[in-house]
């Protein structure tokens, strides 16, 4: 039953990060069809990961309730929906509708599916996770591959988006066979006051922030991929596919490179490769766009699943919701950049600059910020580490 839980969970994600990258390589037809500014499609993306946290945040909180199981049937619902409304959208405000649906269902997976995992594989949580959330770059780079193939038929929007209800009744047809208390939550001794206080611990607040930034910098650059680079002479969507490739190899491949730096020197290194990588971007043409991709995809491979994991071993006592808070806190705020990023773009295509230069550079602040938090988190643990490692000497003498 664990692996067939654990298979169910990987297409789901895959559903999940196969809406992101139809929706990255659809921008412009979106924009033509329905007579839509990049300022309107900031809006519409922001939806997605509006309703991404919202989904987490209430999930986490009833995972207790609900279980995985449960979960899941409301993302399978949520993508059901989302996508049927998706395909039958007629203008802005009814597909602002139809990705706020999908959104909730991306959260609902994340919801159930997260907590799941680090209670399948209680030993090696931050590995798992990783494993796990393979099938999201996984799902994009299909994604991206569909996106392209489907165009180069002549394929619109519409059909592009009907081929995800493919890989989601197929999630659907699995959670038939999965029980409703597939994993149950290990319990602290007094529940609210102690995932309240593990939820406001400096640890916990000071890691809420950094997955803003870093969930901004990974998925902002690759959801207006399409649009910050259509000038560059680089293909977009295989530069996205490029991106989530090395990601997908990189995430399997996790368990040496965390064991060997922790999960808090893999932050930093991937804080500044992705820093290398955005501004190397934003000046790159041509096939040097390529490159530049690959360091940036070194950069923010990490960056989600071992936040994640940094949280579940580190804090366990924050259990399921804290989980789902994380996630919520990453979600909300790409929810609140898109727009900003959509007029970023708008306003160089009004000057007649290159849209990639100040959109990525504006980006590029995020990871850089990151560098600062992590480093001082990674000098503060080994400043308490030093410290308890003399109390023990002093202590033995």
């Known amino acids: 039953m664990e692996h067939w839980a654990f298979i169910t969970a990987c297409i789901a994600l895959t559903v999940t990060a196969m809406t992101f990258a139809i929706r990255a390589g659809m921008l412009s037809q979106l924009s033509q069809e329905l007579e839509l500014t990049d300022s309107q499609l900031g809006w519409v993306n922001a939806m997605a990961f509006f309703g991404f ?5 209430v999930g986490g909180a009833l995972y207790k309730v609900l279980g995985a199981r449960r979960l899941l049937i409301i993302a399978f619902t949520g993508h059901i929906l989302g996508l049927l409304c998706t395909i039958f959208a007629s203008g802005f405000y009814s597909l602002m509708f139809a990705t706020f649906l999908i959104g909730l269902a991306n959260g609902a997976v994340e919801a159930g599916c997260n907590p799941m995992v680090t209670r399948l594989f209680p030993t090696k949580q931050t590995t798992m996770l990783n ?11 299909l994604g ?7 165009t180069y038929l002549g394929l619109g929007w519409q059909f592009q988006f009907a081929c995800l209800l493919v890989p989601t009744l197929l999630y659907g047809a699995l959670l038939i066979r999965l029980p409703d208390d597939l994993v149950e939550e290990q319990a602290p001794d007094d529940p609210q006051h102690g995932v309240l206080k593990a939820l406001l611990s400096p640890l ?13 910098t990974e998925l902002l650059t690759q959801q207006w991929i399409e649009r910050i680079l259509r000038e560059s002479g680089a293909s977009a969507m295989f530069t996205l596919a490029l991106i989530t490739g090395v990601m997908a190899i990189g995430r399997y491949f996790s368990g040496p490179v965390i064991k060997q730096l922790n999960p808090l020197g ?21 096939a040097e ?17 071992t936040m994640l994991g940094f949280v579940a071993e580190k804090l366990p006592e924050t259990g399921a919701i804290g989980l789902g808070v994380m996630g919520a806190a990453g979600m909300f705020a790409v929810s609140i950049w898109n727009p900003i990023i ?8 009004a000057i007649g600059t290159h849209n990639a230069s100040n959109a990525l550079v504006a980006l590029s602040y995020f990871p850089l910020s990151l560098v600062g938090a992590f480093g001082l988190l990674l000098l503060g643990s080994f400043y308490k580490a030093r410290r308890q490692t003399l109390k023990g000497v002093c202590h033995d003498s």
């Not at 916990?204 to 901004?216: E, K, V």
């Not at 490159?291 to 960056?303: C, D, E, K, N, R």
């Open 289 to 305: 766009v390529y490159y530049a991709a690959i360091i940036f995809a070194l950069g923010v491979t990490y960056f989600w699943p």
């Open 266 to 286: 893999v932050l930093l290194m991937s804080s500044i490769t992705a820093y290398i990588g955005i501004r190397f971007m934003s000046v790159a043409q041509g």
């Open 144 to 150: 991206s591959l569909v996106s392209i193939s489907m």
């Open 204 to 216: 916990f607040l000071f890691m809420l922030l950094c997955m803003t930034l870093t969930a901004s």
């Open 342 to 349: 959509g007029q970023l773009v708008e306003r160089g295509q």
């Open 53 to 57: 946290p919202v989904a987490t945040i």
């Open 131 to 141: 494993r796990f959330h393979v099938w999201f770059p996984g799902g994009i780079v």
